[in-house]
């Protein structure tokens, strides 16, 4: 059975920072394309960094120099430090594992930044 456990959100004032953990289990993880993706009120969920097996990486233009998103495949976790956080980055932040046509996703967890 596939789960993510997913950790680190939370409220944080702007300029502030967090570091989201997602471990997976249930799949082969050091297979998989590993991403953090969020999603606002009102709002599309979009991806935020994505890393593949062999650690490259990409991120959406507006967290690019505040964000990075690192794996451990032996702790079978995938990690998103968040840093210089604005109101703007207020959202649910999913975990999302993919290869090929097979996806699976976190329950989510929130992240508020807000003085």
């Known amino acids: 059975q596939v789960q993510f456990v997913e950790s680190g959100g939370g409220l944080v004032q702007p300029g502030g920072s967090l570091r989201l953990s997602c471990a997976g289990t249930?799949?082969?993880?050091?297979?998989?394309?590993m991403g953090w993706y969020r999603q606002a009120p009102g709002r599309q969920r979009e991806l935020v960094a994505s890393?593949?097996?062999?650690?490259?990486?990409t991120y959406v233009e507006s967290v690019k120099g505040r964000f990075t998103i690192s794996r451990d495949d032996a702790k079978r976790t995938v990690y998103l430090q968040m840093n210089s956080l604005k109101p703007e980055d207020t959202a649910v932040y999913y975990c999302?594992?993919?290869?090929?046509?097979?996806?699976?996703w976190g329950q989510g967890t929130q992240v508020t930044v807000s003085s």
């Open positions: 999302n594992g993919a290869w090929g046509s097979v996806n699976y």
């Open positions: 890393i593949t097996r062999d650690s490259s990486t």
């Open positions: 249930g799949f082969l993880f050091s297979r998989y394309l």
